[in-house]
């Protein structure tokens, strides 16, 4: 929808998020749950290796670094990637292995993490976010279909 393109951020979160209401059943997390959960997590002492990210308008799964939360409150900068509108993230997983990429046709390094942990962090918050919790990952679900 707006990939590559100078774009006005406050038209894109808008559109973003009349695209949501209409393909989506029902959007689970607000921006302030977004951040209370990316807040909770950076501020733990919990590491984390990598985090999977879908968007609404993507059939790819994206692998940024930590998102960082000095943008306003409605957006998030998941470098390398872009800024973005919360309202864009469909799901953000954190996996028990997380695949580095690596250049030059070398094998993706496989890294542990500890989605335990991480869900300690997600649960000390006292909110209740809509999760996926299987052995091998941690969704949080930001839209249903």
Known sequence: MWKNQPVDMM?????????A???YAASLMSNSKWRTLFEAIE???????GMTVKFIDDDKEWSPVYPGLYPPR???????LNVY???EIEWVEFRRIVEWKRPNNVP?????????????????????FPLEVS?????????VK
């Open 135 to 143: 052995g091998e990952a941690i969704r949080v679900i930001g839209h």
């Open 43 to 49: 501020e733990s002492a919990v590491k984390v290796e």
């Open 74 to 80: 409605a957006y998030i900068d998941l470098w390398p």
């Open 21 to 23: 209401s209409e393909t």
């Open 108 to 128: 993706a390094k496989l890294v542990p993490q500890d989605i335990d942990a991480i869900l300690t962090v997600i649960e000390s918050t006292g909110k209740r």
């Open 85 to 87: 509108p919360l309202v």
């Open 11 to 19: 038209a894109r979160r808008l559109e973003s998020k009349k695209f």
